[in-house]
């Protein structure tokens, strides 16, 4: 059985159809899981079901309150397609994501089924369970502690030193919301807070006299809103008399991971293999860490973007960090946010004054496959005169090299204040890709189709075949450049951010602007400056951008030549032609007019403001930010462009953190621009009720959301169209959007000891709707929007001893479209049905264990079919460090009261610490 299904019978929050390709008749199973805990990774899964096969699966994650999305490449498994966001991306603010899936004939489905990256679906994020000693007075927390962001400045850890040179020193200077009355120092055990000083910028303590030996300092801190944060923890020895210091070999330490997976998966009549080897490196001294990961994956290809990952990073304390291989730089919102990049980075924090830098590869060269059609077309055959017919091929199926660097100057006064300037630069290489590959194939149709002149017989040929085969037969035109897939493109970010803290961080202002210049083809380089003044205009007048009525009356006066640069002076910063976006930053009209307005929604800039507030466990935040429709940042794709949005929330934290309300309304349109008619305008509402008292004990999760959508649209549009018989026509289309969704969720965790016996029953209960607004008012041959789904689950998880442990988990799923949509039916509904049983048994404890388990789902309604598995595996551990593990997986399909064979899957794993 495959995790999939086990999660769509564990009973997660709901599950949803996304058709797509009708002919094809392909259809998205996803589940989301129930509220992950924060600071964990998390695993979404999805399974499609259909003859087209997927070419590529992503999924897209942000934390709530983000710009952009992180893409997550799904992988296939066990018959399901899988992907895991990582734990720093699983916050308490909360969780959106949204999944597609691109198919052969290049259509998509995708979950949520509507605009999935303008309204991705939200999963509240449980707290992280409570770790740490708490302070006097304070209950048990179920947060896990913040981390302090302290600096040991002396002694440094394990460091030696003689009895007369010890000197405590910390520095607080990037603690945020510091409660100064609550820091205490330890040495030993023995509280030595009253000898130290303390300020909101460091700790300094003389301790008398130590005996020789290893000593141990913990400091203790607390936020001002009541929470602990991590102590910090280290030691130092005390050399007695005649003690050296020990020498670098012996101070060094390393650790280490191996972890190889493969799987075969056969579905059908195909075979899909995997293997993954993981290998984590880490070592050093305390004053300088190395850090080395290798990733090898059997999915990687001269044809895609790389799947394997070489890094290592080099740190010192908290003041240098050098990544060099693939990693995630993260700058600022509208320049880079973690993505990929490969080459090498820099990162020096002197608290005061902080610099990065990054410069590397966004995108390598990808050539082009070799098989048909895949790197060429014949896009025409024409006659020359000359008697030999000219076959016209272009270049297709390739990826310009992406080049990247970007910087970023972070200035800062004791955490009060900070002003950062970011820059970046992407830009694509035109000549990394090759114009001839020799052996690369594709199809020559019949001369006779296009020409009277004879040519070489119709069929596949290699470009090298094909020259020869022309010989004194035709000839052809392969362009140098322009050619029919992508052109390169050049993109410069620049802008700034700003932060501002009053009342020891409890109000916080932060502003961040930037602007963008994209060039969508520099093929041909930069314009003269001569060019430049026909670049806005037809007119050679010495200006950019004049504008002449009929009667040849200036109506914009734009720009003399001599106020513009010289685009040639520029190019190695940024290539300046006729296809740059934009020509203009500013609309010129509108600055006329007004140019504060102007300049408010210049179509290639964004800007955020942000103020947040924290008093007596409140946390209040209102955010305004707009994106133009023309910011393009080439280091952040899934930056959602063409937006203003306005957000106010309200986050109320009680006894200690278990419970939680919140409180969260957003208004977002497409309004940007002045000219824009009917805008897209979106309002959510979401209430949020979380309440964690700790560990084993029961816990339940409450999510309401409603979003509306409309577009302002009263009227119907008139559309001309043309007909069979040639004559064009006037009919109505009903373009009006008045949409409203609601989402709840109701998740129950109740865990129950009874002796040795632990139980652990979940209840989940959920529903999205989907409402048309209009609905009485369509025409009855309009395609409605309407649906409905709900989802009851029930769950529980028994531990009869440390041998042996079980699940048994039952779900019901409905889904129904309304009669509008079904051709005068009554409408169209399919009920999900699924359960299945899950053991682990231990054959010998912490040694060797077996597991196994049954499953099925069963589809009734409209559609009719039924999926059965079986699963299992053992896993063995021979030494502490080391682990194996192998599975299989079985599922029947069935349909028409037919049995198939729809997957069969094994999996192996090794796994070594040392």
Request: charge should be negative; include cysteine.
């Amino acid at each position: 059985m495959t995790r999939m299904l086990k999660t769509i019978i564990s009973g997660s929050v709901f599950l949803i159809i996304a058709v797509g390709n009708l002919t094809a008749q392909v259809t998205l199973y996803h589940v989301p899981p129930d509220p992950p805990t924060a600071g964990e990774p998390f695993r979404l899964e999805a399974v499609i079901f259909g003859k087209a096969p997927v070419i590529n699966a992503r999924l897209l994650h942000r934390v709530v309150g983000s710009a952009s999305f992180q893409e997550v490449h799904m992988r296939f498994s066990e018959g399901t397609w899988y992907g895991i966001i990582p734990a720093g991306h699983v916050k308490e603010e909360g969780l959106e994501y949204a999944i597609i899936f691109t198919l052969t004939d290049f259509s998509a489905v995708a979950f949520p089924m509507e605009d999935p990256l303008g309204t991705p679906h939200l999963l509240p994020v449980e707290p992280a369970p409570y770790m740490g000693r708490v302070f006097e007075n304070a209950t048990e927390s179920t947060v896990k502690l913040l981390e302090a962001d302290v600096l040991i400045i002396s002694p440094e850890e394990e460091e030696i030193l003689d009895p007369d040179e010890v000197l405590i020193a910390v520095s607080l200077f990037s603690v945020v919301g510091l409660d100064l009355d609550a820091v205490k120092v330890f040495i030993d055990q023995e509280d030595i807070t009253d000898i130290c000083e303390i300020t909101p910028e460091i700790i300094i303590c003389e301790p008398s006299l130590l005996d020789a030996g290893i000593h141990t300092v913990n400091i203790e801190l607390r936020n001002i809103y009541g929470y602990s944060l991590q102590p910090t923890t280290w030691s130092f020895t005390v050399a007695g008399v005649g003690s050296r210091l020990v020498t670098a070999s012996e101070e060094f330490s390393y650790s280490g991971k191996i972890r190889s997976d493969f799987s075969l998966d056969q579905i059908d009549t195909e075979t899909l293999g995997l293997g993954i080897t993981n290998i984590n490196l880490d070592g050093g001294w305390n004053w300088l860490r190395f850090k080395a990961n290798l990733k090898l994956s059997t999915e990687e290809s001269e044809f895609r973007q790389p799947r394997n990952r070489y890094s290592l990073s080099i740190k010192s304390g908290r003041n240098i960090l050098v990544n060099l291989g693939d990693f995630t730089p993260v700058l600022s919102r509208y320049t880079i946010d973690g993505k990929r990049v490969r080459g090498f980075g820099i990162d020096i924090n002197l608290n005061f004054l902080r610099f990065q830098l990054v410069n590397g590869q966004l995108e390598r060269t990808v050539q082009g496959r070799t098989d048909s059609d895949a790197s060429y077309v014949i896009t025409d055959i024409k006659s020359q005169g000359t008697g030999l017919p000219l076959y016209y091929l272009d270049r297709v199926g390739y990826t310009f090299e992406r080049s990247y660097q970007a910087y970023r100057l972070m200035l800062a006064y004791k955490n009060r204040f900070h002003l950062g300037l970011n820059f970046h630069k992407a830009k694509d290489e035109p000549y990394s890709v090759y114009q001839k590959i020799n052996d690369a194939i594709f199809t020559v149709p019949n001369w006779a189709n296009y020409v009277s002149e004879t040519g070489i017989d119709s069929g596949e040929y290699t470009l090298s075949g094909f020259e020869a085969a022309l010989e004194g037969v035709g000839e052809y035109i392969l362009p140098s450049k322009d050619w029919a897939d992508d052109d390169p493109l050049d993109n410069v970010v620049f802008g700034f951010d700003a932060g501002f803290a009053f009342d020891n961080r409890r109000l916080t202002f932060d502003v961040a602007w930037a602007m963008s210049l994209l060039n969508k083809n520099i093929w041909d380089g930069a314009l003269t400056l001569a060019e430049m003044d026909t670049a806005l205009d037809d007119s050679v007048d010495g200006f950019v951008g004049r504008l002449y009525d009929e009667f040849g009356a200036v109506t914009s006066l734009g720009f003399t030549l001599d106020e513009m640069i010289d685009p040639s002076i520029v190019q190695d910063f940024f290539i300046v032609n006729q296809y740059m976006t934009p020509l203009v930053p500013i609309d010129l009209e509108l600055y006329e007019e007004s140019p504060f307005q102007a300049y408010l929604r210049m179509p290639s800039s964004a800007y955020r403001m942000k103020f947040r507030a924290y008093y007596y466990e409140n946390t209040f935040e209102m955010s305004y930010s707009q994106v133009g429709p023309e910011f393009i940042s080439l280091a952040n794709p899934y930056l959602t462009i063409n937006v203003r949005e306005f957000v106010i929330s309200d986050l109320i934290r009680l006894f200690h953190n278990k419970l939680r309300l919140q409180v969260s309304y957003k208004y977002k349109d497409n309004k940007v621009l002045l000219i824009q008619t009917d805008p897209n305008v979106q309002g959510t509402t979401t209430m949020n009720f979380t309440f964690t008292p700790g560990i084993d004990l029961p816990s339940a999760v409450i999510n309401l959301q409603s979003i509306s959508r409309g577009n302002g649209k009263t009227l119907l549009d008139s559309v001309w169209y043309t007909g069979s018989t040639g004559e064009d026509s006037l009919a109505l289309e009903d373009l009006r959007k008045d949409l409203k969704t609601k989402n709840s969720l109701l998740s129950l965790s109740v865990p129950i000891r009874s002796g040795e016996i632990k139980y652990q029953f979940t209840f989940t209960m959920s529903s999205i709707s989907v409402e048309d607004q209009l609905a009485e008012e369509r025409d009855e041959d309009f395609l409605s929007s309407n649906s409905t789904a709900k989802t009851i689950a029930f769950g529980t998880n028994i531990q009869f001893s440390k041998r042996l442990r079980t699940s048994i988990n039952l779900s019901s799923y409905s889904f129904e479209l309304p009669e509008s949509m079904t051709a005068g039916e009554e409408g169209l509904k399919t009920v999900y049905t699924s359960l299945g049983l899950n053991s682990i048994y231990f054959l010998v404890p912490d040694k060797l264990k077996i597991m196994g388990g049954l499953n099925g789902l069963r589809a009734t309604g409209i559609s009719e079919f039924g999926n059965y598995g079986i699963n299992g595996g053992v896993e063995w551990k021979p030494w502490k460090r080391l682990s194996a593990k192998a599975g299989f997986s079985v599922k029947a399909n069935q349909s028409d009261s037919e049995f198939a064979l729809g997957t069969l899957a094994v999996k192996f794993s090794v796994n070594y610490l040392f």
